[in-house]
DNA sequence: TGATTGACGTTAT
DNA sequence: AATAACGCCAATC
């Protein structure tokens, strides 16, 4: 079955849904990942499109500096740092998190580890 | 139809 | 260290 997805947020849709629960993933690893490394910023529009019952653990997407977009100026930056939490993952109030440590490479292969 | 914006990233000053 | 500007491309006005 070809399953090549139809548009650009199907295959962030699929790569955001393969972060392992207590991993982090950045907005250009998944953009890497779904085949277009030049396009982390269309990442952060699909999933700012994302309904609030979303599956999607799109709560573990940080940017590659390892914290929560804007610190809290994002409407919902304090409910991904809530969320995060919630995963077992260690979060500060501005929303900084451990790469080093909860860093997940996708299928595309460790650039660093 | 063209111009502006954006849940980012990188480089330069 | 912090701030400014550029790049990249889709969605929106």
Known sequence: M???PASFREAVCAAVARVPRGALASYKQIAWMVGYPRRPRQVGMVLRGLP???DLPWHRIVNSLGYVPSRGRWWGAMRQIERLRAEG???DDLGNVDLARYGWNGDDGP???
Request: cysteine-free; aromatic content about 8%; overall charge negative.
């Open 89 to 91: 993952i260690e979060v």
């Open 111 to 113: 650039p660093g580890f």
């Open 2 to 4: 070809s399953g090549e």
């Open 52 to 54: 609030e019952d979303t």
